[in-house]
């Protein structure tokens, strides 16, 4: 069984998102704040973070840099405000979903499955070298030169995706049904505010956009 961390500070989410998870056989356990989920990752080792942003405390996106700084957590934060600033900074420190309020739990449970199953699969053990960057899939690492760039690991699934594609056109679509495994009824906007925060960290001339269709390496 997989173990969930979930912290919210308003009773009624935090309980009701728990209550759901432990019906779908999740271990669980709670936070209310940001000190309290630090201590609670540390003790429980949880499987997957479901995170608020807003915490009493210090914020989640304090909390997902101090559980990340420890080790790799699949982060799905919960968000009330619509700013893509807001959600590009979270996926940028680590977070590797986000879902705004109000949410459906059914969509909530989908996307817990499939982080969690990503995060079980093999990777290929051949790396990847497109221009000036090398890939190392089975380290889950990307270096230019002796430098190397820390991507989350869905910023990593997207670069490696396309760099198995080199040149290739590839859709909002088909990216979201491989890499996040979802086949439809999904905003294309999640695919678009990786792409973004890729470029800020490759470049800007490494992904091309092909307006009305993706995105090509």
């Known amino acids: 069984m997989k173990r969930i961390l979930v912290v919210d500070d308003e009773p009624t989410i935090l309980a009701a998102v728990a209550t759901r998870l432990r019906a779908e056989e999740f271990l669980v356990e709670t936070a209310v704040d940001g000190p309290s ?3 609670a990752a540390a003790a429980t080792d949880p499987d997957l973070v479901v995170l608020d942003v807003m915490l009493p ?6 909390v997902c840099r101090r559980i990340q700084a420890v080790r790799p957590t ?9 700013d893509e600033t807001d959600m590009l900074v979270g996926l940028g420190i680590g977070a590797d979903d986000y879902l705004t309020k109000p949410f459906s739990m059914r969509e909530l449970v989908a996307r817990i499955r499939v982080l969690l199953r990503r995060m079980d699969r093999v ?9 000036e960057y090398r890939i190392d899939l089975q380290a889950r690492r990307v270096h230019r030169g002796t430098e190397e760039i820390r991507l989350t690991r869905i910023e990593f699934d997207v670069l490696a995706f396309l760099a198995g594609r080199p040149r290739a056109v590839v859709t909002r679509e088909t990216l979201l049904e491989h890499v996040w495994g979802w086949t439809s009824g999904v905003e294309s906007r999640t695919v678009d505010s990786h792409v973004k925060a890729l470029r800020r960290k490759l470049g800007t001339g490494v992904i091309r956009t092909v307006h009305g269709v993706g995105y090509a390496l």
């Open 37 to 39: 989920a630090v201590a």
């Open 57 to 62: 405390g210090f914020d989640g996106l304090e």
């Open 123 to 131: 990777a290929d053990v051949q790396p990847l070298t497109v221009g």
């Open 74 to 82: 699949p982060v799905l934060m919960l968000t009330a405000r619509s």
